[in-house]
């Protein structure tokens, strides 16, 4: 490997380490996020420049003295969405009975309630989980669930009897739309397996499930619903909660799942949510490495930022919007931003959140990034940091 190539390979090291670090801190406290990712991206050289915003760290106050018409992620989505800061926003969901919901939960706690417990840890999380009315979109809440929709269980474990599915769900395990894991079956293969299940393009379909060898979490249901809109798949969301929590505020449940008349599902292919090997190598998109710390020591995309994905979770769901917003602060809302983990499973978590948060985002897999560097890397050295459980 040439000096010329280890520059920025040790850049995007240095910057990653450090970011990484102040997302462990952003997770202690409320405070220290602020404290942590205060401050605006310098919009001078008209690129994106982490090291410009490693400056910035640690300026509380940066983000209360932009420059007049400084462009900058959250005061950019205020102008898309309609919203005003400074009165909150008057579509977001505020979560202003926390105190209660805490005092419900010890309360339950101390009853002993197995319902009222799971009840009142359901409210708790709220807090801070903030949802705007585009996000709502993207992620349907437990109590607007309706027959309007298909529901679709994509659970490893769907569809084999292990595994509780929310009443009338259909169930497709998600490892059914791959050739092998991160690589996707082509796109009339997908839209037979969908057909077969009962599912058209023109359904409203809504998605859930968990990966337990991933560690749990939304990353499978937010990958099939990154691979739908990738064929053109318009009306489908997320559930913002998992089978255990609609089974917790009293949703029916069903061991079967549900059984629907087959149809013809007709794809429209588009590559607007997919990044390109040409488009990560070009330079004109932020790329974020959304892998553990670990893994992107052991060897990262040249000029990639450490983003785990984990940032963008609060327990199993995406997190609040106002937790997000401190997240991306080191993003331009400008510039596309390619997210990758391995395979893309896991970095669909945060893909998904950054299109929820506005942004123009691309999955892409290191996987596919290794093939395509392997002439020009010695023998085995693109592979370290890969793993078969890194998804």
Request: glycine share 10%.
């Amino acid at each position: 490997m040439t000096k010329a190539r280890s520059i920025p390979i040790l850049m995007g090291i240095i910057c990653g380490t450090l970011l990484a670090a102040l997302l462990l801190i952003q997770s202690a406290s409320a405070g220290a996020e602020c404290a942590s990712l205060g401050g605006a991206c310098d919009d001078s050289s008209g690129g994106w420049d982490p090291m410009a915003k490693l400056n910035e760290i640690g300026n509380v106050t940066a983000a209360r003295e932009q420059p007049a018409g400084t462009s900058w992620p959250k005061r950019s989505r205020e102008i898309r969405w309609g919203m005003n800061s400074s009165q909150g926003g008057e579509d977001r969901d505020t979560g202003a009975a926390a105190p209660a919901d805490s005092a419900r939960l010890a309360e339950a706690n101390e009853t002993g309630d197995a319902q009222n417990v799971a009840l009142a840890r359901i409210a708790e999380r709220e807090i801070n989980m903030t949802r705007s009315l585009k996000a709502r979109e993207m992620l349907l809440p437990l109590d607007q669930v309706s027959d309007e929709y298909i529901l679709l269980n994509v659970s490893e474990s769907a569809g084999r009897g292990t595994s509780k599915h929310i009443e009338g769900s259909v169930a497709i395990p998600y490892t059914e739309f791959f050739v092998q894991p991160g690589v996707l079956k082509p796109a009339d293969q997908i839209a037979d397996i969908l057909g077969r299940a009962g599912i058209s393009r023109e359904d409203s379909v809504l998605i859930y499930g968990e990966c337990l060898p991933c560690g749990g979490g939304p990353s499978v249901a937010t990958y099939v619903y990154w691979m739908m809109k990738g064929l053109g798949h318009e009306n489908v969301t997320v559930l913002d909660g998992t089978a255990e929590d609609w089974a917790a505020a009293g949703g029916a449940t069903s061991e079967i799942a549900a059984v629907l008349p087959e149809v013809d599902y007709m794809p429209q292919e588009t590559s607007n949510y997919t990044a390109t090997y040409d488009l990560v190598r070009s330079g004109q998109a932020q790329i974020i490495d959304a892998r553990s710390l670990p893994e992107y020591l052991m060897g990262s995309i040249p000029g990639s930022i450490s983003l785990p994905y984990e940032g963008a979770l609060n327990g199993n769901r995406i997190t609040g919007e106002e937790r997000l917003d401190m997240i991306f602060m080191v993003l331009r809302e400008d510039q596309p931003v390619v997210v990758f983990t391995n395979t893309g499973i896991k970095g669909s978590v945060l893909w998904f959140a950054l299109e929820m948060m506005g942004y123009d985002a691309r999955l892409y897999s290191y996987l596919d990034w290794i093939t395509e560097q392997a002439p020009d890397l010695p023998e085995g050295e693109g592979l370290r940091g890969l793993n078969e459980t890194a998804l």
